[in-house]
C-alpha cells in the first residue's frame, strides 16, 4: 500500500477530509437557491472538519466576483485559554498558518458551490470579539 505524500503537487487538495460540508452546502444551494446561504454553510462545515469545531454563525456577501464572509465564534478551548493569557498574536499566527495549509480545501469547497475558480484567498482572525473575514476573489461572477 503507497502512502501519499501530502506535499505532492500531484495530490488532491482536499486535506484528507470527506466532502460532507460541500455536499450539504450543494444541497442548501439546491434546496433555497440561495448562493450566499451554501458559502457559509461550506464554510462552516469545513471549518468543523479542519478544527474540531466550527464557527456558531456566518454571513456571506457577494459583490461582483468577490466573496466576502464573516463567520463568528468557533475558537478553541486551547485558543481560547492562550487568549486569556494575553496570548493573542500566538493564537492569531497559528490561525493564519493553518489557513496557510489548508487553502486548497477552503478553495475546492468554494469553487465547488459558486461553480467559478478562486484566483486569490485571504484569511484574518480578530479577537474581540471573536470574527473570522474570508475573502475570496473569482474568474467571474457566481
Do not use: C, W
Amino acid at each position: 500500500m503507497a502512502i501519499e505524500d501530502p506535499a505532492d503537487a500531484k495530490a488532491a487538495p482536499d486535506a484528507g477530509f470527506d466532502p460532507g460540508p460541500r455536499d450539504s452546502a450543494e444541497r442548501t444551494l439546491d434546496a433555497t437557491g440561495n448562493l450566499r446561504l451554501a458559502i457559509s454553510n461550506a464554510l462552516v462545515g469545513v471549518k468543523k472538519q479542519l478544527y474540531g469545531k466550527g464557527p456558531v454563525k456566518a454571513k456571506t456577501y457577494i459583490n461582483d466576483n468577490y466573496i466576502f464572509s464573516v463567520l463568528e465564534g468557533g475558537l478553541t478551548r486551547n485558543e481560547e485559554t492562550l487568549l486569556a493569557a494575553g496570548e493573542a498574536a500566538i493564537v492569531r499566527e497559528y490561525r493564519l498558518r493553518f489557513q496557510e495549509a489548508v487553502a486548497d480545501t477552503i478553495r475546492t469547497a468554494i469553487e465547488e458551490v459558486t461553480g467559478r475558480k478562486v484566483l486569490a484567498y485571504h484569511s484574518q482572525i480578530v479577537f474581540d470579539p471573536d470574527r473570522m473575514f474570508e475573502i475570496f476573489v473569482l474568474d467571474g461572477p457566481p
